[in-house]
């Protein structure tokens, strides 16, 4: 089945740095590729999202890169800001089929 | 936008006890559910999906027998934790899914405390 790993496992910025976060998937079919923003006890919300017909998509300060050939994808967070501070994780699924997470990056943004 | 209620938002019950969670999709037809069990600090974790009508379908390690699913109607998915133990305690979460939707819409959550 589906595996999906997530690097960094912690990342600390200075407030207006980027920040990267990396996932890799196994399953080659899998094209569909969410990122989620999770806060404290709460659901998953989901910040962007990118399907394997393309290999960018940006919003504002945030974008994701997808590399089909070498499986794996990124989230940039641009000029980041505290309230970006949060647990990200990816995701990704086959079609509509059930959504696997990666294991998530505890970011912290610092003033 | 699409809205999945979950209940409840937290409950606590004694060893050997059982509970229900429930997750009702507002808005749309949940032909999909997936459950999903988060412990402190770690990832989502699918426990099983759930078609509309149909059995669901149990990831490897997760005993059916115990965490019983109904997705008997299109808008109301139900999972229940059968004679809990405090290792079962966890947070809780749905996520449904539109026929042919590529959206994925998760519940509030349903912290589970079992002592």
């Known amino acids: 089945g589906e595996n999906v790993e997530q690097h960094p496992s912690t990342l600390s910025v200075q407030e207006g740095d980027s920040a990267v976060i990396k996932c890799t998937y196994s399953?080659?079919?899998?094209?569909?590729f969410p990122w989620y923003k999770q806060e404290l006890g709460k659901r998953p919300q989901l910040i962007i999202d990118i399907r394997s017909n393309v290999g960018e998509k940006k919003d504002q300060r945030i974008a994701v890169t997808l590399n089909k050939t070498a499986k794996h994808f990124s989230l940039h967070i641009t000029e980041t800001q505290p309230e970006d501070s949060a647990v990200y994780f990816c995701?990704?699924?086959?079609?509509?089929?059930?959504?696997?997470f990666g294991t998530g990056t505890r970011l912290q943004v610092f003033p | 936008g699409a809205v999945v209620s979950q209940h409840p938002s937290w409950v606590i019950c004694k060893s050997g006890t059982s509970v229900k969670i429930e997750c009702r999709s507002l808005?749309?037809?949940?032909?999909?559910m997936f459950w999903y069990r988060q412990f402190p600090k770690q990832s989502l974790m699918l426990m099983a999906t759930s078609n509309e009508g149909s059995k669901a379908t149990y990831e490897q390690g997760v005993e059916k027998d115990k965490f019983l699913i109904n997705h008997a109607s299109l808008t109301l998915s139900t999972l229940t934790v059968t004679s809990a133990h405090p290792e079962d305690s966890s947070f809780y979460i749905c996520?449904?899914?539109?026929?042919?939707?590529?959206?994925?819409?998760f519940g509030s959550g349903t912290r589970l405390t079992v002592v």
């Open positions: 399953d080659s079919a899998s094209n569909y």
């Open positions: 995701a990704a699924s086959r079609d509509t089929d059930k959504l696997i």
């Open positions: 808005d749309f037809q949940a032909t999909t």
């Open positions: 996520s449904a899914r539109e026929y042919r939707s590529y959206g994925y819409t």
